[in-house]
Every structure is written in C-alpha cells, then in structure tokens.
C-alpha cells in the first residue's frame, strides 16, 4: 500500500535505502514559486521566464525581471533556483517580439538562437538574473541547445554582462553557473563534449521526446508516437545521465517524465540527481522516490532497458509500479 501523502510534506527526498535526491518544481511565476515552497519542493528545477513576457505589449524591464528571479530566489535560500532564459517560438508566440510566421516553427528561430541575435535584450535578462543571484542560489539555464557554439556564444555574453556590472558596482556571484537543457537529439550526440563547458544538464523531455520521435508535442494524432517510454527516448536520456556524470557536472529532468510513477525507478537507477515536477507533484515525487532501493530500481530498468518497443517498455513498467 501507498503512504499517505501527507507524511512526506517538509521531509528530505530519499530513496528507500537512504540516497539524497534533489525534489525542485518547474514554475512560470513567483506566485508558482510560493506554491513550490508550501509543497516544501527543495528549490525550483525550471522557471520558464517566457511567462514574464506574456500578456503584456512591450518587454519586461530589467527591474521587473530582476525583482521576479529575486522573489523566487529567496524562497529557496537552501536549495537552487534554475531559471531558464527566454524560450521563446515553437508554439510560443509573444506578438512584440516581432516573430515571422515560419513553415516549421519549433525546427526555426527560437530559444536560445532567438536570444542570441537579439543581442540587447539577452544581455537585459543575463543582467536581471546576475543581479538577482546576489540574493539567492540562481543558476542560469540556456534551452534548446543544439550546439556547443550556443553555449560558447551565450558564456561570453555572460561575460560582458558581468564586465558591465563589475564597472557600475553591482554586486552579483561571480561563480554563477551557466547549464544546458538537453532537449535535442544534437544535444544527445554532443553530451560529452557539452558536459565539460556546461555548469550542468537538465533533460526536458517534452521537446527531446517530440524531436527524437518527430512527433509534434501538441498534435494528438501522433500523441502515441511522441512517447517517452519509447527504448529511444530511454536510451537518449541514459546516454545524457551517464555523459554528464563523465563530465562531472549534475543532470536533473524537468519534462513531464520526471513526475511518471511509472518512470521514476528508471531515472533512479539512471542516477538521475534532480528531479523537477510541477508543484502539485511534488508530495507524490517524493513518496515514489522513497519507494525505491538501488537494487529494485536497477531491476526494473535494466529489464525495460532490454525491450524493444514502447508498447512492451510501458506495460513493464506499469507491472512494476503496481502496489
Ligand atoms: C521540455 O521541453 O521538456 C521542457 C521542460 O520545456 P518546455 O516544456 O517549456 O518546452
Ligand atoms: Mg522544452
């Protein structure tokens, strides 16, 4: 039988025989972060910082952005705040930034190739988020990446952001990392390489699942195909874990799989670090979690890891998890 879920509010994220994992939420605002906090969520594994630039006709301020990263930054004084830089494109449109209609949107201009032409208003949210990491654990989370130029492009960036700061005796950590989220199959073919320049690798698995699969993430037609517990979605993200433990930097998951009860020991035996769900996951995270020893979990996955299709990987899994 399952615990009840209440026990495990305010408790430290263990697996059953006694391993720390980190248990984040993926927020789009700092009322989202508030809730991460009560649901006593570690820190925050995702803020999608495209949210800051909805609903409104005109670009946010470098103050309202750095009050944002801050508000949610000192909610979390122990633990971490990943903050994503403006995703933007695919399906995500924001009428002002002055976007063109393109044939194949989420295979176009966007994320971080967007932010790396549109030089000024990176530099405004990288200075935002510097000045914000003088309050709280921020991290700064680069999405999209397909190559390692991106990240080499976005660093030095980073760079004259700080130099601009340094000048005008502003105070922010000089040490703040710079990660990657690995949501592209280039990106999984590079994880050795991206591992020894990246801070750290969070896997999102909405966009590595839709671009490993080609399977658009929001046509239902192809819903089934776009699956997560296809052996080839699995196999990309072992290869991204064990690449990134090669290169000794963390890999956590912030796409929807890392809150699957039916995936969770996979992504344990994997070695997976950090787990980001959203907020009202979180006590249920933490009770599957607990579930799980190393030897029961490497069962499981190394036998879903010996299928061959996705159909066989999902009813293995589903087998495992039942009570
Ligand atoms: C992902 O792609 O898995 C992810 C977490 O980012 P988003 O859903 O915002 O694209
Ligand atoms: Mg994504």
Request: hydrophobic residues 45%; contains cysteine.
């Amino acid at each position: 039988d399952r615990a009840a879920l209440g026990q495990f509010r305010g408790r430290p994220t263990r697996t059953a025989d006694g391993k720390a994992v980190q248990l984040y939420g993926n927020i789009g605002s700092v009322a989202d972060a508030q809730a991460v906090a009560e649901a006593t969520g570690e820190g925050v594994g995702l803020f999608r910082t495209e949210f800051l630039f909805m609903d409104r006709s005109a670009l946010p301020t470098e103050a309202e952005q750095f009050e944002a990263y801050k508000a949610a930054a000192q909610l979390f004084p122990a633990g971490e705040v990943i903050i994503r830089t403006l995703d933007v494109g695919g399906d995500k449109d924001i009428p002002y930034l002055g976007l063109t209609k393109e044939e194949n949107p989420f295979l176009g201009f966007r994320a971080v190739r967007y932010c790396l032409d549109r030089r000024e208003l990176f530099l405004t949210q990288l200075r935002a988020l510097l000045r914000a990491s003088a309050f709280g654990p921020v991290k700064i989370m680069l999405p999209l990446v397909t190559r390692l130029t991106e990240l080499r492009q976005a660093r030095a960036l980073l760079e004259v952001a700080k130099g601009d700061l340094d000048r005008e005796g502003i105070a922010y950590n000089k040490d703040i990392p710079l990660g990657i989220m690995v949501e592209t199959p280039a990106a999984v073919l590079m994880a050795d390489a991206l591992a020894r320049e990246a801070g750290f690798f969070s896997i999102g698995t909405n966009d590595l699942t839709q671009y490993t699969m080609v399977a658009d993430r929001g046509n239902p037609q192809v819903a089934a195909i776009g699956s997560p517990f296809d052996p080839a979605v699995l196999r990309a993200v072992r290869q991204v874990i064990a690449a990134g433990h090669a290169g000794g930097i963390p890999v956590g998951m912030c796409g929807e799989a890392a809150a699957d009860p039916r995936l969770i020991p996979v992504l344990l035996s994997f070695g997976l670090d950090e787990f980001s769900v959203g907020g009202s996951s979180i006590l249920a995270a933490r009770r599957e979690i607990a579930r799980w020893g190393k030897v029961d979990a490497d069962w499981v996955a190394a036998g879903a890891m010996e299928l061959e299709t996705e159909e066989e990987v999902r009813a293995a899994l589903e087998e495992s998890i039942r009570p």
